[in-house]
């Protein structure tokens, strides 16, 4: 599986983003998603996940009640919906998959197999 996320750019604060993450094959059952993000200097850290039916879904504090993950399996996208955005939301933002049993969402990074290369997104003040 191959992931290319996209739709990051240079946004002021409280501006809206729409981050995408197309899988190269079908992602239609048994593939938990999520977004991480990796700021300067800093470590990456979770920030949002859902599992393989799109029913469930888990954000960090820091972006909940801001952000919104969903998917299209018809499509094979993932997508991150960012709303209110701050200066402290900079990063690069990365998606994740895995082929899983499990009903859950994942949150742990080593859960997950495969990886997109990022898409940055800047927030200026």
């Known amino acids: 599986v191959q992931l290319q996320a996209s739709g990051g750019g240079l946004v002021q604060a409280g501006g809206s983003l729409t981050l995408s993450c197309a899988a190269s094959e079908l992602i239609l059952m048994k593939y938990a998603m999520g977004w991480f993000r990796q700021g300067t200097g800093k470590e990456r850290e979770f920030v949002a996940g859902?599992?393989?039916?799109?029913?469930?879904?888990v954000y960090a504090d820091s972006v909940k009640g801001r952000s919104s993950i969903s998917r299209d399996n018809a499509k094979n996208t993932m997508y991150l919906q960012m709303n209110s955005l701050k200066p402290e939301d900079t990063a690069i933002y990365y998606c994740?998959?895995?082929?899983?049993?499990?009903?859950?969402?994942?949150?742990?990074?080593?859960?997950?197999?495969?990886w997109g290369q990022g898409t940055l997104v800047t927030v200026s003040s």
């Open positions: 859902i599992n393989w039916s799109g029913g469930s879904t």
């Open positions: 994740a998959a895995t082929y899983t049993r499990q009903f859950s969402v994942l949150l742990m990074q080593r859960e997950y197999d495969y």
